[in-house]
């Protein structure tokens, strides 16, 4: 069974610029999470989707926004870069919230690498 | 006060060791993970709690919910155990059910085993 699958896994950007960012959930998760980790912070939620809405959002300014598709699929897009979005982005998959099958278990991508210069 | 502490920040060991991390938290949740993230960023999730005990293999998870504690132990370490552990705590009960996304993490414990 395939793992979760984060695409790019590294990129290095200019400040102004934007970025998206992709997660590919185990099959059959529908929902998806995301997470910002960076040396002085360390894991911050961003947002959580299930069924193509956001469920959850953390803290973070407007410039970051996700969406996620009718495949489960998940996107996050940070526009307008600045240097301390450079960070380890993470997703994470999961069984649909609250039937049966969900154990609360979260699974994790290996993480997009972002540098912004 | 951070919502989620643990403690040690730093843990050394000798390999064969009995290990011990803590989690201390101050919001109410339904649920505690502990997780592992080794070097070059990967993380996987050891144990989902929301009550008692869980064992697995050289691991074992407790948590105590009226004293807002947990605690990871590791029995016979390895080298092969050396990794940041984090605690993470949340989900978010609504009409759909309860989301286990929405997660305030600890700020990780490194742990270095020696062999």
């Known amino acids: 069974k395939a793992g979760v699958t984060q695409t790019p896994r590294y990129l290095i950007k200019t400040r102004g610029q934007q970025v998206t960012l992709s997660c590919s959930p185990i099959?059959?998760?529908?929902?998806v999470s995301w997470y910002q980790q960076t040396p002085g912070q360390g894991l911050q939620f961003l947002f959580e989707?299930?069924?193509?809405?956001?469920?959850n959002k953390g803290n973070f300014p407007g410039r970051f926004s996700g969406r996620q598709f009718s495949n489960s699929r998940s996107e996050m897009n940070v526009s307008t870069l600045e240097l301390g979005d450079s960070a380890l982005y993470l997703c994470?998959?999961?069984?649909?919230?609250?039937?049966?099958?969900?154990?609360?278990?979260?699974?994790f991508g290996e993480g997009s690498r972002l540098t912004v210069l | 006060k951070n919502e989620v502490e643990q403690s040690p920040q730093n843990l050394t060991a000798q390999e064969g060791e009995f290990i011990t991390i803590n989690c201390s938290y101050s919001?109410?949740?339904?649920?505690l993970h502990w997780l592992q993230q080794h070097p070059g960023g990967g993380i996987v999730s050891l144990f989902m709690?929301?009550?008692g005990k869980k064992k697995h293999g050289r691991l074992i998870a407790t948590i105590n919910i009226q004293e807002k504690h947990s605690s990871l132990h590791i029995t016979a370490s390895h080298p092969r155990d050396s990794a940041v552990y984090i605690c993470?705590?949340?989900?978010?009960?609504?009409?759909?059910?309860?989301?286990?996304?929405?997660?305030?993490f600890g700020q990780g414990t490194i742990l270095t085993v020696h062999p």
């Open positions: 994470a998959s999961s069984f649909f919230p609250g039937g049966p099958a969900n154990t609360g278990e979260l699974f």
């Open positions: 099959s059959g998760h529908r929902s």
């Open positions: 989707y299930f069924s193509e809405t956001q469920r």
């Open positions: 919001v109410g949740i339904s649920a």
């Open positions: 709690l929301s009550s």
């Open positions: 993470a705590v949340g989900g978010v009960m609504d009409a759909g059910g309860t989301s286990y996304g929405k997660l305030t």
